[in-house]
C-alpha cells in the first residue's frame, strides 16, 4: 500500500512538473526576446554560464541599481560589468520609495547609472503603494522622478510595476512611456491591462537560469528586434554628446 502510495505520488509531481515545464516552454517559442531581471538577492552570478542557457537564449538582464535616496544596489556595479562582458544588453532599474522625495530619488539613480549606447532605456520600479497617499499624489511623485531622469538621460522611462498596481495607480496615465508588467496568471497579458506600449512581460518569478542559483524571474519581451532596438539608448547620441563636451573643452 505504501508503495503504491509512493509511485502515484512519484506519477503526479511528474505529470505536475511536466505541465508546468510545457507551459514554460510554450511562453519561450511564442516570444523572440527573453531575459532576465536580478539583484543582490541572486548573489554571485556567473555571467558567462547565463550566456550559455540553452532552454532559450537569454539576450538581455535588468538590473537593480538604485532604492530610495541612499541606496545602491551592493552587486550592481559587478553584474553592470560583467553582464556586459557576457553579450547581454543590460538595463538598470530604481526601486521607487513612496515615502522619500522623488527628486533626491532621482539623483541617487543618476550618480550611480552611466548608461551608454547600447544600453536600455533606464527603468523605475513602482510597486509599493502608500494608502497614506492618494493615487493622484503617488502618481504626481511617480511623474517628477520620470521627468528628472528622462531629462537628463534624453530617454522615456520604462516603468515596471505589478497588475494590481497598475490597475490602481497608472491605468490611463503614462501612455507615451514603456511598460514592463509583472503577471503570472494570465495567458495574455496584452489584453489584461490594455496599455498602448506593453514592452516587456515577467511571466515568471521561480525561473531558473544557468550560472544563477535559485530562482530568477525571467521576462519575455512584447515585440521583435527592431522594437527591442528602438527601447536601446542610440549610440549616435552618445557620440554626439562626446564631441560636443571635446569641442568646449578647447
Known amino acids: 500500500m505504501f508503495l503504491n502510495f509512493s509511485l502515484v505520488l512519484s506519477v503526479l509531481l511528474h505529470s505536475v512538473t511536466s505541465f508546468l515545464g510545457l507551459n514554460y516552454i510554450h511562453i519561450t517559442r511564442q516570444y523572440e526576446i527573453h531575459g532576465i531581471d536580478v539583484s543582490h538577492h541572486q548573489r554571485f552570478i556567473d555571467w558567462e554560464k547565463v550566456a550559455e542557457h540553452n532552454q532559450f537564449k537569454v539576450s538581455f538582464t535588468f538590473l537593480k541599481a538604485t532604492e530610495g535616496t541612499t541606496i545602491r544596489d551592493t552587486r550592481f556595479e559587478t553584474n553592470w560589468k560583467e553582464s556586459k562582458e557576457a553579450g547581454l544588453v543590460r538595463g538598470a532599474y530604481h526601486f521607487f520609495s513612496s515615502t522619500s522625495s522623488p527628486y533626491t530619488q532621482a539623483q541617487n539613480y543618476i550618480r550611480t547609472v552611466d548608461l ?58 503614462f501612455k507615451n512611456n514603456p511598460l514592463w508588467i509583472a503577471d503570472y496568471n494570465f495567458s495574455n497579458v496584452s489584453n489584461l491591462v490594455g496599455h498602448p506600449k506593453l514592452k516587456f512581460w515577467q511571466y515568471t518569478e521561480k525561473g531558473r537560469v544557468l550560472g544563477i542559483n535559485g530562482n530568477v524571474d525571467i521576462n519575455a519581451f512584447l515585440g ?25 573643452s578647447k
Do not use: Q
Not at 227 to 233: E, G, Q, V, Y
Open 116 to 173: 551608454e549606447g547600447g544600453d536600455l532605456a533606464p527603468v523605475l520600479d513602482f510597486e509599493v503603494h502608500d494608502k497614506s497617499k492618494s493615487p493622484a499624489l503617488m502618481r504626481k511623485n511617480v511623474e517628477k522622478w520620470i521627468s528628472i531622469i528622462e531629462k537628463h538621460y534624453g530617454s522615456k522611462v520604462i516603468i515596471y510595476t505589478n497588475t494590481h498596481i497598475y490597475n490602481k495607480y497608472l491605468k490611463g496615465h
Open 224 to 248: 521583435d528586434a527592431k522594437d527591442f532596438d528602438a527601447l536601446k539608448i542610440p549610440e549616435e547620441k552618445i557620440e554626439i554628446e562626446l564631441e560636443v563636451e571635446s569641442v568646449s
